[in-house]
């Protein structure tokens, strides 16, 4: 069997491909990037979570973006249709477009890491690089938030169904029964906020000093090298990009 990616290396990975994408600042190099994370996906065997995970942040995020600046851009010239106030310039769905793909790009590959990532493989790699344990855990919190939330929710939903509450499947009634589950569902996770925290002390989080793994995690020379290499790949393209926008006179 072949040794697991280090934790490390897709993340510099994942953080080299999202600043390539930034410099780069063009669609097509976005829209490659989030097939690129969507074809990842689907090798890994995480197409299913990824796709809905990111359509929950996308969906709505697009439907702005077309309300906003493809019918309201102060910049657009070019009118394609209009509606009273309201005019579809080519402009503004060209900006629509620019941010829509970006930001498809940044979610699909921060969901491909974050689904294809094990946390506590992370956590013992952060250990040995010396990270601040401050900042290892807000990384690893975030990465863990939303299946935390999904476990609440389903464990609030199921809590409230024996009860006697009834889902129907019209649109009215889902909305009211998240309603009454939200309640619940963020006193729950404030408790569990807390709770974590003074587990956190009584195990000697906050105090200085350097800590140990109980927890090893594979690498390799190859893999150090790699890093390194897609670190150093992101840094120039982020500085070309600085430096052509300065001769050109434009903002980065």
Do not use: C
Request: proline share 5%; charged share 15%; net charge positive.
């Amino acid at each position: 069997m072949a040794p697991r990616l280090n934790p490390l290396t897709l993340l510099a990975a994942a953080a080299a491909v999202l600043a390539i994408t930034t410099a780069a600042s063009s669609w097509p190099v976005s829209l490659a990037v989030a097939a690129g994370a969507a074809a990842l996906a689907a090798v890994t065997g995480t197409a299913r979570r990824v796709l809905l995970a990111g359509g929950a942040i996308l969906v709505p995020f697009w439907l702005s973006l077309l309300l906003m600046h493809g019918l309201f851009f102060p910049e657009g010239r070019t009118v394609l249709a209009a509606f009273g106030p309201a005019r579809v310039t080519a402009e503004g769905l060209g900006f629509a477009l620019d941010m829509g793909l970006r930001t498809s790009a940044f979610v699909l590959v921060l969901m491909l890491f974050s689904f294809s990532v094990r946390v506590p493989d992370l956590v013992a790699a952060l250990t040995t690089l010396r990270v601040s344990p401050q900042f290892g855990y807000v990384l690893v919190s975030t990465l863990m938030l939303a299946p935390i939330i999904a476990a609440r929710l389903q464990t609030v939903r199921q809590a409230q169904e024996s009860r006697g509450l009834v889902i129907g499947k019209d649109f009215r009634s889902r909305l009211h029964a998240l309603r009454l589950q939200m309640f619940p569902l963020v006193l729950g996770l404030v408790h569990e906020a807390g709770t974590r925290a003074q587990a956190l002390d009584a195990r000697g989080f906050r105090r200085p000093g350097p800590r140990t793994s109980y927890r090893k995690v594979y690498d390799s020379a190859a893999q150090r090298a790699f890093r390194w290499a897609v670190l150093l790949l992101a840094g120039a393209a982020v500085a070309l990009r600085v430096v052509t926008s300065y001769s050109a006179g434009t903002p980065a």
